[in-house]
């Protein structure tokens, strides 16, 4: 059972314009949202995170929205660079349990130069 | 400062084999956690080790093992290998075991069974 969903496997974006990778959980018990970046052959890279108790969280040209009621969070990037084609990783965690994370299955963004 | 590295990074073994994976965590971090990733899937948590105790196991089976030694370095071991066992295994590491701490994960190893 995925308690974290992509529903979009990619995206593609010009180069300047703003990108919006989404995410959706089933558990309630989730507290602490994070969003990881991969490049081939590489492990996933930390990007940001956002506890429950906040709905936005911004670094940078990197912005992470919360939205409890609907169990749903999005990734903003502003403005999107070719340097950010990647696969983006959707994860959560109950942050006073232990940090065993689930994970989306990803969104491959493409930035297009 | 050297991050999370795992070895090997690549093997190929044949069904039935057992397998020994390695991960060295940041210096410093206490806790190791290791996730497998299947191609087209997200990480999916198998193990995590604190202190070289166990603090956390997925929904494996038990031919998975891990363990930790004393100086945080940690092993995980998959007994009688299946085709579906082929993936990208992830070694992450983090200063504590608390849902709080963000995951400092290594380049991974790719295991195929063949």
């Known amino acids: 059972d995925q308690q974290v969903k992509q529903n979009s496997p990619s995206l593609s974006v010009q180069e300047g314009r703003i990108s919006i990778l989404n995410c959706d959980y089933t558990?309630?018990?989730?507290?602490?949202f994070l969003w990881y970046k991969k490049y081939p052959a590489e492990g996933p890279t930390f990007l940001i995170s956002?506890?429950?108790?906040?709905d936005k969280n911004e670094d940078g040209r990197f912005t992470v929205f919360l939205n409890k009621s609907a169990k749903h969070l999005s990734l903003h990037i502003v403005p999107s660079q070719p340097g950010d084609s990647a696969v983006y990783f959707c994860a959560a965690s109950v942050r006073t349990g232990a940090n065993n994370l689930f994970f989306g299955t990803g969104t491959r963004l493409t930035v297009i130069p | 400062d050297a991050g999370v590295t795992q070895s090997p990074t690549h093997l190929i073994k044949t069904r039935g084999q057992q397998v020994t994976l390695r991960c060295s965590p940041i210096?410093?971090?206490?806790?190791v956690s290791w996730y497998q990733q299947v191609l087209g899937q997200g990480p999916q948590f198998i193990f995590q080790y604190y202190e070289k105790e166990e603090r956390g196991r997925g929904n494996f089976p038990d031919r998975f093992s891990a363990r930790q030694f004393p100086n945080y370095s940690s092993e995980l071991n998959v007994n009688a290998l299946l085709l579906g066992d082929s993936a990208l295994y992830l070694c992450?590491?983090?200063?504590?075991?608390?849902?709080?701490?963000?995951?400092?994960f290594g380049a991974g190893s790719r295991l195929t069974v063949l």
């Open positions: 956002i506890s429950s108790i906040k």
């Open positions: 210096s410093g971090h206490k806790s």
């Open positions: 558990n309630s018990m989730f507290d602490y």
């Open positions: 992450a590491s983090s200063l504590t075991p608390s849902g709080a701490n963000v995951l400092t």
